[in-house]
């Protein structure tokens, strides 16, 4: 399956349905009887008054979950191909993407987290255009209105303005009124929201948006071990992909090893900012499903021994049905 994906050849998108078809067999049997629907952050819905409850069956909502997570997939691989951060062309990141995209079962159904990973993938597109340009404040303001609409969607997704500074640490020189820009950018947003909070006489209730900013990290975590072990194989794919990088990495280009350390970074960010949601959601780690591909992508394509890295998927995908079955 690896080999197939590492070249590129249109039936790969036919694959790739199939493969993300096959990693929603748990859920296909076992369909819940309501799946509840949240889409704006309560603040927001003043805005737009979206449904509290899902206006699609739970067949619906999984399979258009499902074509979301393939439209993001191809994505992805565009993005990833076009600023070639693998070395050349291929699919696989649209098949990690999609794999690391159905691990749990919170990842098949629409999510704020799902959604919000569209403007992940923008701003990964707009992150990797900015190593060869002279000026990037537009590009700044762009990124810090994409980060305050997120934030809409889904509260933590605020996180994400660390994310777009540390993007200009790493591939610009410092400048202030670029990072002065990405403030702007954001505040926009969130002005316009207060004049709508000011106007509908509900204005106290727009200082309670950014009460779960003075949350402290949680010391205890309720979470399930025997569905966590799951990720065992993505650990050791992982491992083996940091492995494999660090092997090439100083005989990388330079923005290929920028663009990896801000994926790094992008990962780690997204991973701790659950707390910022007053209960944790396991959708929330959606956020950690781009940069994760991407390291993934690059140790299948760049590994060697063919039966390790055809094993290693083969587990990946058994644990995936494994524990959505049983």
């Known amino acids: 399956m690896i080999k197939q994906f590492r070249s590129i050849n249109p039936l790969n998108i036919i694959l790739l349905i199939g493969i993300s078809t096959l990693l929603r067999i748990g859920i296909f049997i076992d369909l819940p009887l309501q799946i509840s629907f949240q889409f704006l952050e309560p603040f927001a819905r003043l805005l737009l008054n979206a449904p509290s409850e899902s206006p699609f069956s739970p067949l619906t909502n999984v399979l258009i979950a499902q074509v979301l997570l393939i439209i993001q997939a191809l994505l992805f691989n565009q993005i990833i191909n076009t600023h070639g951060l693998l070395g050349k062309p291929t699919y696989l990141p649209s098949l990690m993407y999609v794999t690391a995209g159905s691990l749990l079962s919170p990842f098949l159904i629409i999510s704020p987290g799902l959604v919000c990973n569209f403007m992940i993938l923008w701003m990964i597109e707009k992150f990797l255009s900015i190593y060869k340009r002279d000026e990037v404040r537009s590009v700044m303001y762009d990124l810090g209105m994409i980060v305050a609409f997120g934030t809409l969607i889904y509260f933590p997704f605020i ?69 966590s072990l799951v990720l065992i194989p993505v650990f050791v794919i992982l491992v ?24 790094f970074f992008m990962f780690l960010i997204g991973l701790l900012s659950f707390y910022l949601k007053q209960n944790l959601v396991l959708y929330h780690f959606l956020f950690c499903v781009p940069p994760a591909s991407a390291l993934m992508a690059y140790y299948f394509l760049h590994a060697k021994r063919r039966w390790l890295y055809e094993s290693l998927y083969f587990v990946l995908i058994s644990s995936i049905l494994y524990f959505q079955i049983f």
């Open 159 to 227: 996180s994400m303005l660390v994310v777009v500074w540390i993007s200009l640490i790493i591939f610009r020189p410092f400048n202030w009124r670029e990072w002065f820009t990405v403030i702007t950018g954001f505040i926009t947003i969130f002005f316009f929201l207060a004049v709508y909070y000011f106007w509908n006489d509900s204005l106290d209730q727009f200082y309670n948006i950014w009460v779960p900013l003075t949350s402290k990290f949680p010391r205890n975590l309720r979470i399930n071990l025997y569905d």
């Open 240 to 263: 083996s992909g940091f492995f494999q990088l660090q092997q090439n990495f100083f005989r990388s280009v330079v923005q290929l090893r920028k663009s990896f350390q801000l994926l």
